[in-house]
């Protein structure tokens, strides 16, 4: 077994591979760019080398800084973890060359594997079922065009370089498919370095769903079952789960077959996963193999009890597999939730900022649960525009796929981010979602459930007067906190009555306090409506950013932020303003004028952050609804920003190579 380490990657998943090190007694080296100088895995490593400024191109990407850091090291082996070089043969050589071993499989594999056409042509001779297509490269949009035709539409042009959901474009119709060409292309070489694209069939409604395989050096290879990966957004995964709803016995067998026998084409080492597309009546299609540890690997981990990283670490060192095909027994059921720093109400926009609190909820068993947190940020880390914005993957774990849903739902209601903007509003919302729960799922269910994108869920009547509930508790408690703190002479202590107001988003709920115990834990019997008398428990107190207790007997757990007049409840993805008020303060509060927010209708905001690629009009321009207005590119996506109406311009205010902030004002219309 290896005596050191390198883990050439950062964030969560370079902290995931040094904990499966240190359980093996293996020692760690971690390398880091000038932007994660105090990060996470730099201080979980025993070991950390500096290897260059914060691009990713001149640090975490460049080979020969991996190798000289492993040499100054003494590192005996290279885990690269996702992205970055872990699917660059070009890498694994260079190692070789060295006498370093790459934890992953052979360059050969990877080349077979790591090309979207090449692994194509390789899995049609395996006879694994492909998607129809073209398997060759696209030279120009009107070669796209007669391609896209001959297939027939809707078609897909997929960066055969591509990865992350990156340099992919869906066409309905040829105009479609020569803006998708452009589009593709030049993504792909941002992203990628490499601008080759193919065009396949668009599989219309399909499931994602993947094979974890698993194989030594010496031609063993077995598969950890499935996991399905269909709640997507933009094509990248954001929640997934193990085993897939949708997968019978023979299906799963028929699929595990299939991704053996690729993996054994190409004489695979190491864990591996091979991606499908599942259409209604459970055809499969192959779409690519990756030859690396998989983001959402830790779901298989928790079903089959198989620590994926430590597998790959001792194939690596040469072991045989322990583990026979007829050893592997799926337990139970696993969901993950992507964390990704971005802002949910505005179309999912990246955020960067600090992480002024970040309290996960705790690891371990909940009840019947397990929660499980991988991340690579704590409190006071910094998320940055150089890397991927994802800031940890929550997992749970239960004995059924409703217990793990209702347990990560729970999880996610109590865990505190702030300082950046976050989608766990969006997460939240869809562990409620009935199509979710019921596993009626494609990939294009986010599509389809948020057309108009994300908006919270709307508090019901019974949620608002829970939510009355919990704001009356905190303004109870607040109160008599303030009294005891202020020392105030007896006749000035806030008396408090029985009559009250709570504003919960624009409506007023009636509340009569019957009996309060204020001092906490609070035990309060209140009447709303006028109705019968329900019992709060909490042993909240001023500070806690978590509100955890009862309303009569059901379990709430809902988070709190303090803003002008009142307080933002966060609770299984409805965020509302709450202001619990006496009552005759709530009379005076509505004849309070409201504060309407600027108009901006006539501006082009910076959606985000970002760089502006072009400004595609002129001063004075009129332009169609539906027209190029600008293109900005952030977190290396290029989004292009089009008039939602009929518009002429009257002032640009931008230039090409300008760096935005969010909501500069791009240009402006008459
Ligand atoms: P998975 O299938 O494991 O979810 P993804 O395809 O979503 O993997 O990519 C995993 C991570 O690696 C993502 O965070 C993505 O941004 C990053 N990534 C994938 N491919 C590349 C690549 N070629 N270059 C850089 N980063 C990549
Ligand atoms: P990446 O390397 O970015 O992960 P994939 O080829 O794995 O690229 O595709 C990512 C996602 O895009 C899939 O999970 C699926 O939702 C969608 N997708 C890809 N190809 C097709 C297709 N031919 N038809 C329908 N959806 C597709
Ligand atoms: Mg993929």
Not at 49 to 68: N, Q, R
Not at 355 to 373: D, F, H, M, Q, S
Not at 463 to 489: C, F, G, H, N, T
Not at 581 to 601: I, R
Request: include cysteine; charged fraction near 25%; hydrophobic fraction near 40%.
């Amino acid at each position: 077994m290896f005596k050191k380490i390198l883990i050439a990657n950062r964030g969560e998943i370079a902290c995931r591979v040094i904990k499966t090190a240190r359980k093996m007694g293996i020692a760690t080296v971690a390398v880091y760019s000038d932007a994660d100088r105090d990060a996470v895995h730099v201080e979980m490593a025993d070991e950390a080398v500096h290897i260059g400024p914060a691009a990713a191109s001149e640090s975490y990407l460049v080979a020969d800084k991996i190798i000289a850091a492993c040499k100054q090291t003494g590192a005996e082996a290279v885990h690269p973890g996702y992205g970055f070089l872990s699917e660059r043969a070009s890498f694994c050589e260079a190692l070789e060359k060295q006498g370093i071993i790459f934890i992953g499989p052979k360059p050969k594999a990877i080349v077979a594997m790591g090309d979207k056409i090449e692994s194509k042509k390789f899995a049609n001779e395996a006879r694994v079922n492909t998607v129809p297509g073209f398997l060759d490269i696209i030279t120009d949009p009107t070669h796209a065009e007669k391609i896209a035709g001959e297939i027939g539409y809707p078609v897909m042009i997929k960066a055969s370089a591509g990865g992350g959901g990156k340099g992919m474009r869906i066409a309905w119709n040829k105009s479609e498919v020569r803006d998708g060409f452009e589009r593709a292309t030049s993504e792909a070489r941002n992203s990628f370095g490499d601008d080759r694209v193919f065009i396949e069939k668009f599989i219309v409604d399909p499931r994602h769903i993947e094979i974890q395989v698993l194989a030594d050096a010496y031609r063993n290879c077995i598969y950890l079952g499935e996991r399905e990966c269909s709640v997507q957004r933009r094509n990248q995964k954001v929640v997934e789960e193990a085993p897939s709803p949708f997968l019978d016995e023979k299906t799963r067998k028929a699929m595990g077959e299939q991704a053996v026998a690729l993996a054994k084409a190409v004489d695979y080492q190491s864990a591996g996963t091979v991606e499908f597309i599942v259409d209604k009546d459970r055809n499969f299609y192959f779409l690519e193999m990756n030859t690396r540890l998989q983001v959402e690997h830790p779901v298989t981990e928790l079903i089959t009890g198989i620590d994926l990283v430590e597998q790959m670490i001792r194939i690596a060192a040469g072991e045989k597999l322990a583990i026979k095909q007829a050893d592997v027994r799926l337990n139970g059921w696993a969901v993950e939730s992507r964390l990704y720093a971005e802002d949910p109400y505005r179309n999912f926009l990246p955020s960067i900022g600090r992480l002024t609190r970040y309290r996960p909820p705790a690891e371990g068993p909940v009840g019947k649960a397990i929660i499980r947190n991988d991340t690579g940020v704590t409190e006071g880390s910094e998320i940055s525009m150089f890397y991927d914005p994802m800031v940890a993957k929550l997992c749970t774990w239960a004995p059924t796929r409703l217990e793990a849903i209702d347990a990560m739902a729970d999880a996610l209601d109590t865990f505190v981010v702030d300082g950046i903007e976050h989608n766990i509003p969006f997460l939240a919302t869809l562990m409620q979602h009935p199509r979710w729960r019921e596993g009626r799922l494609s990939t294009g269910f986010i599509a389809e459930e948020f057309p108009e994108g994300f908006k919270a869920i709307s508090p019901t009547p019974d949620d608002r007067d829970i939510l009355a509930a919990i704001a009356l508790s905190v303004e109870l408690v607040r109160k008599e906190r303030l009294d005891r703190l202020s020392d105030r002479l007896r006749p000035h202590t806030g008396k408090i009555r029985a009559e009250w107001e709570v504003r919960i988003g624009d409506d007023y709920v009636p509340v009569t306090i019957r009996k309060s115990t204020a001092k906490p834990p609070v035990k309060i019997d209140l009447s709303l409506h006028g109705g019968e008398v329900v019992t709060i428990r909490s042993d909240w107190q001023p500070g806690d950013a978590v509100w955890d207790g009862y309303v009569d007997e059901r379990a709430i757990k809902a988070q709190l932020r303090p803003v002008l007049n009142g307080m933002r409840i966060d609770w299984k993805g409805m965020s509302v303003i709450g202001h619990a008020m006496q009552k005759h303060v709530a009379a005076l509060e509505k004849l309070m004028p409201v504060k309407l927010p600027p108009d901006t209708s006539n501006m082009l905001l910076c959606p985000m952050p970002g760089l502006i690629v072009s400004i595609n009009v002129t001063e004075g321009q009129e332009v169609k609804a539906g027209e190029t207005l600008a293109i900005v590119e952030a977190m290396k996506m290029e989004n292009v920003l089009r008039a939602d109406r009929d518009l002429t311009v009257s002032a640009i205010n931008a230039k090409q190579g300008d760096s935005l902030a969010v909501d500069a004002v791009i240009m402006e219309f008459v």
